[in-house]
């Protein structure tokens, strides 16, 4: 037991030691889902209209900025954990109106941002996106690795988001 103990331990090293000196480069690509649409919905009827509400949100307000309908979508009370958004839903469409400058485009039909998966438990829906980086070693490549917002959804509007933003 303490040999194998060992061995695994010495591999753990190796691996963090050629990790750390830049020479693991592998991976799969994150990928989008063929069809967006069917991810967002759900045999369960709550969780499908959970779904359904964060669906609006990406198509209608984040690639539509049609941020005039956010009280369709969002509580009053908003509760914002990413560091560049205030809470509550003014805030929110301050952020994307007068900070980032969005203008409103025509609704489409269907989502365009690629999706990799949709995870509805409870109140909780997360998306997780595609995001397409270009290597800052190499600018002439890029690598993907995935974007995930999730949001709470209380009495049909999200109450609640999350996301892995930083201040820039």
Known sequence: MKTRFR???????????????????????????????????????VL???????YGIIRDLLEANQWDKAD???????????????SGRAGVVQYFKEILKRE???????????????????????????REITDEKDPTKSYTTTWFDTWRIKDGKADEHWDPATRP
Not at 20 to 36: H, K, M, S, Y
Not at 48 to 54: E, I
Not at 104 to 130: H, Q, Y
């Open 7 to 45: 061995s695994i331990a010495l591999a753990l090293c190796l691996i963090g030691a050629t990790a750390a000196a830049g020479q693991v480069r592998a991976q799969e690509a994150v990928v989008a889902a063929p069809d967006a649409e069917a991810l967002f919905t759900s045999s369960d009827p």
């Open 48 to 54: 499908h209209a959970n779904k359904q509400v964060v």
């Open 72 to 86: 369709l979508y969002l509580t009053q009370r908003y509760i914002q954990h990413n560091p560049n958004a205030a």
């Open 104 to 130: 409103a485009s025509p609704i489409p039909e269907k989502i365009k941002t690629p999706v990799a998966f949709v995870t509805a438990e409870g109140d909780l829906v997360t998306v997780g996106f595609v």
